[in-house]
């Protein structure tokens, strides 16, 4: 069973999108085409990162502990309350951080833990940045959320302007 709001809500991902705006132009002949369909590294692997892999290659079949290694855990809390002179204790390595295998899960994951089922009497709204990052999109959907794209305009120095959204709009986000 395919749950619904990936077919009705989400669209293509943006590098198809792209492959497919641009498939119709013939670049020059003297120049190739740039693959946009991907959104991934394509360049080779650096050597210091290949021998790590060589080193650490009977290690490659266990996943690491889902609650990630205590010292990097207490580093990211040590670097939060820094950066951001939070009070010290403020953040428990053992429950406040939730290691990811990368940015677009751990987008995918808060939105899935913070948004309720309702909120305000109503669906829930998630408010996004506009542009997006697609994984915002996803987990909104896939949360049971109403996206809502937040326009960042030069007029607003380039951020969303969530100041802009009136008082019902705030209730259910």
């Keep these: 069973m395919l749950n619904p709001r ?4 989400l669209t293509d991902f943006p590098f198809a ?6 498939a119709p132009i013939a670049p020059p002949a003297h120049l190739s085409m740039i693959n946009m369909s991907v959104g991934e590294p394509q360049g080779a692997m650096p ?16 996943y690491p502990p889902n609650q990630g290694l205590p ?25 406040h951080v939730h290691p990811t295998a990368g940015s677009k899960e751990g ?10 089922q309702e909120k305000g009497g109503a669906k829930p709204i998630v408010a996004l940045p506009n542009p997006f990052y697609q994984a915002y999109l996803g987990g909104a959907v896939l ?6 794209l937040v326009n960042a305009e ?14 019902a709009t705030w209730r259910r986000m």
């Design 47 to 62: 050597a210091f990162a290949r021998q790590i892999v060589i080193d650490e290659v009977d290690g490659w079949n266990r």
């Design 17 to 22: 999108r792209l492959n497919s705006l641009i």
């Design 154 to 167: 030069a007029s607003n120095g380039f951020l969303p302007d969530y100041e802009s959204l009136d008082e």
């Design 6 to 9: 990936l077919t009705e809500t």
């Design 107 to 116: 987008v995918y994951v808060i939105s899935t833990v913070a948004t309720p």
């Design 143 to 148: 949360s049971g959320g109403e996206p809502l």
């Design 71 to 95: 010292d990097l855990n207490l580093a990211i809390c040590e670097w939060l309350t820094r950066r951001y002179k939070l009070p010290q204790g403020l953040l428990d390595p053992n429950i």
